[in-house]
C-alpha cells in the first residue's frame, strides 16, 4: 500500500516509539500485526496466519499487546516453532481503511494506544473471511 518504502520508514517510526516509552509500548503487539497483515507479501508464507492468530487473541480474547506482556497459552510455542504448521492464507479484498500512517501522528500516548486499537480492529474485520478459522485454532490450543 502507497509505496513499501514509505511504508516500511513511517511504521520504523511507530515501532522507535513503542521501545522508547512504555506508554506506547503497550499496543506494541498491534501495530506489528496490523502492519504485517497488511504487507503479507513481504513476509513469509506463514506469516499472515501467525499475525492473525495473535491478533485474534488480543482483539477477542482479551490477551496483552503490550511488549513482553503477551502470556503464551499452551501450545502457542510449538505452533510457532513449527510442530504445529500454520496454513498460507491470502487476503481476497481490501486490508482495510486505516494504516500505519493513520497512527504516526499521534499527538500523545493515549491518542497512539486508542489510534492502534482502531487499526487493529479495521484489519481484524478486514480478515472476516478467517476469523472462524483464527479463533478454532485457540480455541484448540
Ligand atoms: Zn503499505
Not at 482483539?59 to 504448521?85: K, N, Y
Not at 486490508?95 to 486499537?117: I, K, M, N
Request: with cysteine; proline share 5%; aromatic share 8%.
Amino acid at each position: 500500500m502507497g509505496g513499501e518504502n514509505g511504508c516500511r520508514r513511517i511504521f520504523e517510526g511507530v515501532l522507535a516509539k513503542g521501545y522508547s516509552d512504555p506508554a506506547f509500548g503497550k499496543v506494541h503487539l498491534i501495530t506489528v500485526d496490523a502492519y504485517a497483515l497488511q504487507h503479507g507479501d513481504a513476509h513469509g508464507p506463514q506469516s499472515n496466519a501467525y499475525h492473525l492468530v495473535r491478533l485474534c487473541a488480543i482483539v477477542e480474547f482479551g490477551a496483552s499487546p503490550a511488549i513482553g506482556g503477551t502470556r503464551e497459552p499452551q501450545g502457542w510455542r510449538e505452533m510457532l516453532e513449527g510442530d504445529r504448521r500454520l496454513p498460507e492464507i491470502h487476503l481476497t479484498r481490501s486490508p482495510g481503511p486505516v494504516t500505519v500512517a493513520d497512527v504516526a501522528g499521534a499527538a500523545s500516548a493515549v491518542e497512539h494506544a486508542d489510534l492502534v486499537r482502531a487499526w487493529g480492529r479495521s484489519v481484524w474485520l478486514a480478515w472476516e473471511e478467517w476469523h472462524d478459522w483464527a479463533r478454532r485454532v485457540l480455541n484448540d490450543l
